[in-house]
Structures are given as structure tokens and as C-alpha cells.
């Protein structure tokens, strides 16, 4: 019998490589999009186009963390064998404009999961709960490990650590298979444009070709550890598949400031990074995360796990994506 598993966040960055990472494996993958006014599946409208030829499908159901009974029923409906929870009010700038709604979908939609789950009484479902570097937030220690204690910084991450606990809680209490991994920046072409490593490299394409004159960031000495998202997703299907539940660091162990990631990005097309980046006070936050720096050798040690795409070729595949995009955009 074919596995069956529930993604959350199926239109987002990770849930479209999770999604085309379980088909590749063989399972029966059922994704929760939410309805929008626009189209928002075009990261895995190529999907049932390529998949369909294999005889493999994601079915998509219509769902949303906001809503107990919507939650309730579908898990109930499918009774997965794995639960991939990825679906968030992600944006950490915008999560202090909407805090109340971050803290509903972020935090307590993952309550909303574990309980349905506990409900109907799902003993073999494994969860995969999407936990963040963010949880660190002023980190007390550089390299931040699964032992560095947590201190948010913002609504975002205040809420991905009462997910994180709930998801403890229940393993403990209720003898739940909820795995927590805490992932560390983690890009690629498919990342949201807002996201600040996205829009320097789709404002460097731009540049490039004559679209636009400025980028405006804010904080340009905010130090990450950027890894590349394709590789974090196989460390969330590794998760589920140990003898018991357990919580991971997913990093690069590598860190570095955006200004650098700005000076790599304008590298690649020649052109001097000083003369097109603004700095607009908008796009600092009340409160700042410094500095990340994971620690992943749990990971290694016990999914084998281990990053491989280096951060200047991270960059490049980035830059060279969006130059691809634009000078298609140009020649319609
Ligand atoms: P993302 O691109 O922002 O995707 C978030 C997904 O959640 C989208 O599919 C979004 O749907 C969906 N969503 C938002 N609100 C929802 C709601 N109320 N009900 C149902 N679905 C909803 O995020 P990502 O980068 O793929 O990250 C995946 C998960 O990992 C998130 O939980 C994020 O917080 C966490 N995380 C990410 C990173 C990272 O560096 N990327 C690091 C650590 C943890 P729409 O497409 O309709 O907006
Ligand atoms: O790209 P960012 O918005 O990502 P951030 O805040 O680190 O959060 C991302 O990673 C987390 C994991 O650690 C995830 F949990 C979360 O869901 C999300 O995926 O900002 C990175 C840094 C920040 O220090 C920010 O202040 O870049 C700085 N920055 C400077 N100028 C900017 C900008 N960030 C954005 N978004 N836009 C700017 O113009």
C-alpha cells in the first residue's frame, strides 16, 4: 500500500519541493491550499503536468489553520501516514503589522493539527512540524544547537514557540510522533520575492537588464545562515522516517551578512552594489534577530543529513534563475 501524506503549505517555497520529494518516493500526497482572490498555486502548477504521464497526482484540497473543523475533517477524511506542517504566516516584518493573525495560523494552527490527530485517534500518523532558526531570536550562543535556549524576538517566532512546545507536549503527553526541525534560512528560485534574499537577486536581474535603478533594503548587517531549500526538504521526509520522534537543527553551519550576500549578488553580473542599494527605515523591524549560525550535527550524525550547495553557489543559482525569468518577461 502507497503512503499517504498531508502537506500544509503546499503553495509556499518548501512545500513544492516537499510535494515533487514524495511523489519521487512513491506517495499518495495531498496538499492544503487556501482560496485567494488570485492564483497562488504557480509553484506547483507544473506539478500534475509532469506527474500526471507517471500516474502520480497531488491532490489539492481547499483548507486553512484558521479553521478547527476544516482541519478536523480532512485529517480524519485522509488519516495520513505523515503530516507535513508548513503552512504559516511566515513573514517576520509582517508578522509585528498582524500579530494576533500570525500567532492563530502559525502558532496555534499547529495546535489545531495535533488535535485533530489526538482526536481521531490516529496512532501510526508522524508530524513533521516546520520550527525556525527565528526561535533563537537574541541567541544567547553562536552556533545556536537543539540545546540553545530559545528567546524570540518577534510575534513570528513567539509563535513558532508555542508550536515547538505543543508539538513536545503532545509527543510527551499524549506519546505523539511529532518531530520538530529547526530550519535555518533556507532559499532558492522559489523563494517569496519578499524575503530579502529573493529581492536582492530579483533586483539585480533587473538592473542587469535595464529594468530598474535601486534596490531599497534595510538592515545590511543582520548576519543569517542561508542554506538551499531542495536539500532542507529531504531533512523533513529523513525526520519521519527514524524509530523515534526528536528535534533537529537543519543549517549550513555557515553565516553571513546581507551586505555580503548583496556584494555576491552584484558580482555576478559586474556591476558596483554601492551605486543601486538605498537603505529605507521601513524595512527594519521593532526588534532584530543579529546573528544565526546552526549547529547540524545532530542531523549528520543521525539522518546523515548534510548540506551541500555552498553559499556563493546558492547566490549564483538565485541570480541566474531570476535573469532567466526577467529576460523572458522582456522577449513576450
Ligand atoms: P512560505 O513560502 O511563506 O509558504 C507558507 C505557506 O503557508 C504558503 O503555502 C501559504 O499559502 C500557506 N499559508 C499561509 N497562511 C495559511 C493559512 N491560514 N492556512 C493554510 N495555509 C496557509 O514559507 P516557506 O519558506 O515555504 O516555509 C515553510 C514553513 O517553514 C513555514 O512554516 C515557515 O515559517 C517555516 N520556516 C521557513 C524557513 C525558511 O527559511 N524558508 C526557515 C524556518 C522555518 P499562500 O501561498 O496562499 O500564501
Ligand atoms: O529574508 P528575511 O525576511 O528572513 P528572516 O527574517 O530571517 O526570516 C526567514 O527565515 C526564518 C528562519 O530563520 C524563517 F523562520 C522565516 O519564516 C523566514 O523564512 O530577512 C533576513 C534579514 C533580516 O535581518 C532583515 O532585517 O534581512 C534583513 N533585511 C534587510 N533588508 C531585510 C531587508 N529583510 C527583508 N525581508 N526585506 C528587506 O528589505
Not at 520529494?21 to 488570485?38: M, N
Not at 541567541?139 to 535556549?149: I, K, L, R
Not at 523515534?244 to 552584484?266: L, M, N, Q
Request: proline share 3%; aromatic share 10%.
Amino acid at each position: 500500500m502507497k503512503k499517504k501524506a498531508l502537506v500544509t503549505g503546499i503553495t509556499g517555497q518548501d512545500g513544492s519541493y516537499l510535494v515533487e520529494l514524495l511523489l519521487s518516493k512513491g506517495y499518495d500526497v495531498y496538499g492544503i491550499k487556501r482560496r485567494s482572490s488570485s492564483f497562488n498555486t504557480q509553484r506547483v502548477d507544473h506539478i500534475n503536468q509532469d506527474e500526471h504521464v507517471k500516474g502520480q497526482k497531488l491532490n489539492m484540497i481547499f483548507g486553512d489553520l484558521s479553521d478547527s473543523s476544516n482541519i478536523n475533517h480532512i485529517i480524519r477524511t485522509i488519516r495520513p501516514d505523515e503530516i507535513y506542517n508548513l503552512a504559516a504566516q511566515s513573514h517576520v516584518r509582517v508578522s509585528f503589522d498582524i500579530p494576533e493573525y500570525t500567532a492563530d495560523v502559525t502558532g496555534l494552527g499547529a495546535l489545531r493539527i495535533f488535535e485533530a490527530i489526538r482526536e481521531a485517534d490516529l496512532n501510526h500518523t508522524r508530524v513533521y512540524q516546520a520550527s525556525s532558526s527565528e526561535m533563537y531570536g537574541d541567541a544567547v550562543e553562536v552556533p545556536q544547537s537543539e540545546n540553545t535556549p530559545l528567546n524570540p524576538m518577534s510575534p513570528y517566532a513567539s509563535s513558532k514557540v508555542f508550536a515547538y512546545h505543543m508539538a513536545r507536549n503532545y509527543r510527551i503527553a499524549y506519546n505523539m510522533f511529532i518531530s520538530n526541525g529547526i530550519l535555518f534560512n533556507h532559499e532558492s528560485p522559489r523563494r517569496g520575492e519578499t524575503f530579502v534574499t529573493h529581492k536582492i537577486t530579483r533586483g539585480v536581474a533587473q538592473i542587469k537588464l535595464g529594468l530598474m535603478d535601486k534596490i531599497y533594503l534595510g538592515n545590511l548587517d543582520a548576519k543569517r545562515d542561508w542554506g538551499y531549500a531542495p536539500e532542507f526538504v529531504e531533512a523533513m521526509w529523513l525526520m519521519l522516517q527514524q524509530e523515534s520522534p526528536d528535534d533537529f537543527v537543519i543549517a549550513t553551519g555557515e553565516t553571513h551578512t546581507v551586505k555580503e550576500f548583496v556584494e555576491r549578488a552584484f558580482d555576478i553580473v559586474k556591476i558596483d552594489w554601492k551605486k543601486h542599494i538605498e537603505i529605507d527605515k521601513r524595512y527594519f523591524r521593532p526588534s532584530e534577530v543579529n546573528i544565526l549560525q546552526g549547529d547540524y550535527s545532530k542531523a549528520k550524525k543521525i539522518l546523515g543529513w548534510e548540506p551541500k550547495v555552498t553559499f556563493d553557489e546558492l547566490v549564483r543559482i538565485m541570480v541566474k534563475a531570476d535573469l532567466e525569468y526577467f529576460e523572458k518577461q522582456i522577449k513576450k
